[in-house]
């Protein structure tokens, strides 16, 4: 395995996102989310790391969609199994993501 580790700020465009973690998106269900006002991508810490590794990736096109392509993506229906394949691959590749580093929102 090839073990990447997620940085704190991932460059998309011109923009520098945070990258946290945060459990407090149990409480709407979400295992990740990017907020583009204050430019942070959030993943929950509690999930098995191939999910979490998928969600970065489906977080990360989110804003590749709005920063590149002016949000012309309108549909979950083709963020997700882009995201999904990718994942795949990634993984079959023998890449895994360490998210042992970010840090932690939870409690701000
Ligand atoms: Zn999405």
Redesign the pocket.
């Known amino acids: 395995m090839y073990s990447i580790k997620i940085p704190d700020k991932i460059q998309i465009g011109g923009h520098y996102f945070s990258v946290v973690v945060d459990e407090g998106l149990s409480s709407d269900g979400n295992r990740a989310k990017v907020d583009y006002r204050r430019l942070v991508i959030s993943i929950h810490p509690n999930r098995k790391d191939s999910i979490k590794s998928e969600a970065i990736i489906?977080e990360v096109l989110?804003a590749i969609n709005t920063v590149y392509l002016n949000n012309q993506i309108d549909s979950?229906d083709i963020?997700?199994p882009l995201a999904e394949g990718l994942w795949q691959v990634f993984e079959q590749l023998g890449i895994e993501f360490d998210f042992g580093a970010l840090p932690d929102e939870t409690k701000k």
């Open positions: 489906h989110h979950e963020i997700e």
